[in-house]
Protein backbone atom coordinates (compact mmCIF):
# COMPACT_ATOMS: atom_id res chain seq x y z
CA UNK A 1 0.00 0.00 0.00
CA UNK A 2 1.36 3.24 -1.12
CA UNK A 3 1.62 5.96 1.76
CA UNK A 4 -0.34 8.88 0.77
CA UNK A 5 -2.01 10.64 3.42
CA UNK A 6 -1.14 10.72 7.38
CA UNK A 7 -4.46 11.40 9.24
CA UNK A 8 -3.06 14.00 11.81
CA UNK A 9 -6.51 14.51 13.17
CA UNK A 10 -6.55 11.10 13.84
CA UNK A 11 -3.07 11.04 16.15
CA UNK A 12 -3.53 9.52 19.49
CA UNK A 13 -1.06 10.99 22.34
CA UNK A 14 -1.16 8.47 25.13
CA UNK A 15 0.06 9.49 28.83
CA UNK A 16 3.34 9.76 29.05
CA UNK A 17 3.45 6.36 31.98
CA UNK A 18 2.30 4.72 28.61
CA UNK A 19 5.40 5.76 26.71
CA UNK A 20 3.87 5.21 23.45
CA UNK A 21 2.59 7.24 20.26
CA UNK A 22 -0.30 5.69 18.25
CA UNK A 23 -2.22 6.51 14.74
CA UNK A 24 -5.46 4.95 13.55
CA UNK A 25 -5.25 3.01 10.51
CA UNK A 26 -7.11 2.97 7.42
CA UNK A 27 -6.55 2.64 3.96
CA UNK A 28 -5.05 5.77 3.56
CA UNK A 29 -3.60 6.25 6.60
CA UNK A 30 -0.14 4.80 8.66
CA UNK A 31 -0.76 2.55 11.09
CA UNK A 32 2.31 3.07 13.92
CA UNK A 33 3.55 2.65 17.29
CA UNK A 34 6.27 4.00 18.74
CA UNK A 35 6.58 2.61 22.52
CA UNK A 36 9.85 3.11 24.78
CA UNK A 37 11.41 4.90 27.72
CA UNK A 38 12.30 8.35 29.29
CA UNK A 39 15.64 9.72 29.30
CA UNK A 40 16.21 11.03 32.64
CA UNK A 41 18.82 13.59 32.89
CA UNK A 42 21.60 12.44 36.45
CA UNK A 43 25.11 14.22 35.63
CA UNK A 44 27.19 16.47 33.13
CA UNK A 45 30.96 16.31 33.73
CA UNK A 46 32.76 19.15 31.64
CA UNK A 47 36.56 18.54 31.11
CA UNK A 48 39.25 20.92 31.61
CA UNK A 49 42.34 19.48 30.97
CA UNK A 50 41.10 16.55 32.75
CA UNK A 51 42.90 13.15 32.92
CA UNK A 52 40.26 11.56 33.62
CA UNK A 53 36.72 11.92 33.51
CA UNK A 54 34.60 8.99 36.13
CA UNK A 55 30.79 9.16 37.14
CA UNK A 56 31.01 6.93 40.61
CA UNK A 57 27.73 5.71 42.28
CA UNK A 58 26.46 8.01 45.15
CA UNK A 59 28.98 10.61 44.60
CA UNK A 60 28.29 14.05 43.14
CA UNK A 61 24.65 13.29 42.71
CA UNK A 62 25.53 10.78 40.52
CA UNK A 63 23.18 7.39 40.17
CA UNK A 64 24.59 4.10 38.61
CA UNK A 65 22.34 1.23 39.73
CA UNK A 66 19.16 -0.05 39.83
CA UNK A 67 17.43 2.69 39.38
CA UNK A 68 17.21 2.39 35.37
CA UNK A 69 17.79 -0.62 33.05
CA UNK A 70 19.80 1.19 31.27
CA UNK A 71 22.21 4.32 31.70
CA UNK A 72 23.62 6.64 28.29
CA UNK A 73 26.75 8.23 28.14
CA UNK A 74 27.04 11.08 25.63
CA UNK A 75 29.76 12.53 24.49
CA UNK A 76 30.26 16.28 23.22
CA UNK A 77 33.11 18.11 21.37
CA UNK A 78 35.62 15.68 22.97
CA UNK A 79 38.95 16.97 22.46
CA UNK A 80 42.33 15.47 23.68
CA UNK A 81 45.28 17.91 25.04
CA UNK A 82 47.87 19.84 23.00
CA UNK A 83 50.38 16.67 23.73
CA UNK A 84 49.51 14.83 20.50
CA UNK A 85 46.79 12.31 19.23
CA UNK A 86 45.01 10.53 21.03
CA UNK A 87 42.10 7.84 21.15
CA UNK A 88 39.20 7.97 23.43
CA UNK A 89 39.06 4.91 26.08
CA UNK A 90 36.69 3.86 28.76
CA UNK A 91 36.40 1.40 31.65
CA UNK A 92 34.09 0.30 34.17
CA UNK A 93 34.81 -0.60 38.25
CA UNK A 94 32.84 -2.87 40.44
CA UNK A 95 34.47 -1.61 43.38
CA UNK A 96 33.04 2.01 43.60
CA UNK A 97 36.09 3.16 41.32
CA UNK A 98 38.71 1.50 43.31
CA UNK A 99 39.51 -0.07 40.61
CA UNK A 100 39.02 0.31 36.75
CA UNK A 101 39.49 -3.45 35.70
CA UNK A 102 36.33 -5.10 34.85
CA UNK A 103 37.55 -8.23 32.18
CA UNK A 104 35.64 -7.30 28.81
CA UNK A 105 35.26 -8.73 25.44
CA UNK A 106 34.33 -7.09 22.29
CA UNK A 107 34.23 -6.46 18.78
CA UNK A 108 34.74 -3.03 17.10
CA UNK A 109 34.35 -2.00 13.26
CA UNK A 110 34.87 1.29 11.52
CA UNK A 111 33.26 3.49 8.45
CA UNK A 112 35.70 5.95 7.29
CA UNK A 113 35.74 8.44 4.47
CA UNK A 114 37.84 10.95 3.45
CA UNK A 115 37.24 15.06 2.56
CA UNK A 116 38.35 14.31 -1.26
CA UNK A 117 36.56 10.95 -1.68
CA UNK A 118 39.70 9.08 -2.55
CA UNK A 119 39.25 6.82 0.30
CA UNK A 120 36.54 4.92 1.92
CA UNK A 121 36.67 2.00 4.31
CA UNK A 122 34.20 -0.20 6.25
CA UNK A 123 36.09 -2.34 8.01
CA UNK A 124 35.94 -4.49 11.21
CA UNK A 125 38.93 -3.13 13.70
CA UNK A 126 40.47 -6.11 14.86
CA UNK A 127 43.15 -4.10 17.03
CA UNK A 128 40.64 -2.55 18.83
CA UNK A 129 38.98 -5.67 19.80
CA UNK A 130 39.32 -6.77 23.40
CA UNK A 131 39.37 -10.65 24.18
CA UNK A 132 38.57 -11.34 28.26
CA UNK A 133 41.05 -8.16 28.84
CA UNK A 134 40.84 -5.75 31.76
CA UNK A 135 42.57 -2.83 29.37
CA UNK A 136 40.56 -0.32 28.82
CA UNK A 137 38.41 -0.41 25.66
CA UNK A 138 38.81 2.11 22.43
CA UNK A 139 36.16 3.98 21.50
CA UNK A 140 37.65 5.27 18.51
CA UNK A 141 38.74 2.08 16.34
CA UNK A 142 41.20 3.52 13.63
CA UNK A 143 44.65 2.91 14.97
CA UNK A 144 46.27 5.28 12.29
CA UNK A 145 43.11 8.30 12.70
CA UNK A 146 42.92 8.74 16.48
CA UNK A 147 41.51 12.05 17.48
CA UNK A 148 44.09 14.67 16.40
CA UNK A 149 44.82 18.09 18.60
CA UNK A 150 43.66 20.67 15.44
CA UNK A 151 41.27 22.94 16.55
CA UNK A 152 38.57 21.37 13.94
CA UNK A 153 39.13 17.79 15.45
CA UNK A 154 36.89 16.17 18.14
CA UNK A 155 34.99 13.45 18.89
CA UNK A 156 31.27 12.77 19.94
CA UNK A 157 28.82 9.86 20.21
CA UNK A 158 27.31 7.87 22.89
CA UNK A 159 28.06 4.56 25.15
CA UNK A 160 24.81 2.19 26.11
CA UNK A 161 25.26 0.60 29.78
CA UNK A 162 22.43 -2.08 30.21
CA UNK A 163 21.57 -3.40 33.76
CA UNK A 164 24.83 -2.36 35.80
CA UNK A 165 23.53 -2.90 39.17
CA UNK A 166 22.76 -6.90 37.96
CA UNK A 167 24.35 -9.53 40.53
CA UNK A 168 23.03 -12.37 37.51
CA UNK A 169 24.46 -11.04 34.15
CA UNK A 170 27.22 -9.57 32.26
CA UNK A 171 27.20 -6.31 31.58
CA UNK A 172 26.65 -5.65 27.68
CA UNK A 173 27.00 -2.13 26.21
CA UNK A 174 27.06 -0.36 22.52
CA UNK A 175 28.58 2.25 21.70
CA UNK A 176 28.87 4.52 18.88
CA UNK A 177 31.15 7.40 18.07
CA UNK A 178 32.25 9.84 15.33
CA UNK A 179 35.40 11.46 15.13
CA UNK A 180 36.97 14.06 12.57
CA UNK A 181 40.56 13.49 11.96
CA UNK A 182 42.62 15.70 9.85
CA UNK A 183 40.78 14.89 6.11
CA UNK A 184 39.16 12.44 7.62
CA UNK A 185 35.63 11.05 9.23
CA UNK A 186 35.03 7.76 10.96
CA UNK A 187 32.58 6.10 12.38
CA UNK A 188 32.97 3.78 15.35
CA UNK A 189 31.27 1.05 16.55
CA UNK A 190 31.93 -1.02 19.97
CA UNK A 191 29.66 -3.90 21.24
CA UNK A 192 30.51 -6.07 23.86
CA UNK A 193 30.46 -6.70 27.73
CA UNK A 194 31.98 -6.66 31.03
CA UNK A 195 32.10 -10.13 32.01
CA UNK A 196 31.04 -9.99 35.79
CA UNK A 197 28.34 -10.87 37.70
CA UNK A 198 29.18 -8.08 40.38
CA UNK A 199 27.25 -4.93 39.87
CA UNK A 200 29.27 -1.80 38.14
CA UNK A 201 28.99 0.94 40.31
CA UNK A 202 31.38 3.52 37.87
CA UNK A 203 32.29 4.17 34.53
CA UNK A 204 35.61 6.29 33.98
CA UNK A 205 37.16 8.08 30.52
CA UNK A 206 40.72 9.25 29.56
CA UNK A 207 42.25 9.69 26.29
CA UNK A 208 45.76 7.26 25.61
CA UNK A 209 47.83 9.52 26.15
CA UNK A 210 47.43 13.04 27.98
CA UNK A 211 44.54 14.66 28.82
CA UNK A 212 40.94 15.04 27.86
CA UNK A 213 41.07 19.40 26.91
CA UNK A 214 37.29 19.96 26.39
CA UNK A 215 34.00 18.74 25.70
CA UNK A 216 31.43 17.20 28.05
CA UNK A 217 29.73 13.96 28.94
CA UNK A 218 26.61 14.27 29.99
CA UNK A 219 24.62 11.27 31.63
CA UNK A 220 20.95 9.79 31.26
CA UNK A 221 18.83 6.83 32.30
CA UNK A 222 16.67 5.77 30.75
CA UNK A 223 13.38 4.19 32.31
Known sequence: MALNKLKYNSLNLTPAANKAIGFDSDADALEATLSGGSMTFIKK???????????????????????????????TNIHPSPSGNAHFLFNLSADTGSNYNVT???TAFHARHD???????????TSSDLAQSTAFQQLTTEV??????????????????FNPSSTTFVKHFISETLNYSSTYSTSNFIAGYGNTTSAVDAVQFKMTSGNIDAGTITLYGIN
Not at 115 to 125: H, I, P, Q, R
Not at 144 to 161: R, S, V
Request: aromatic residues 12%.
Open 45 to 75: LTASSSSTLSFVDGSSDVVLDSTYKEYIFIF
Open 104 to 106: KTT
Open 115 to 125: EGDGDTTLSYS
Open 144 to 161: TFPIATNADEHLCGTLHL
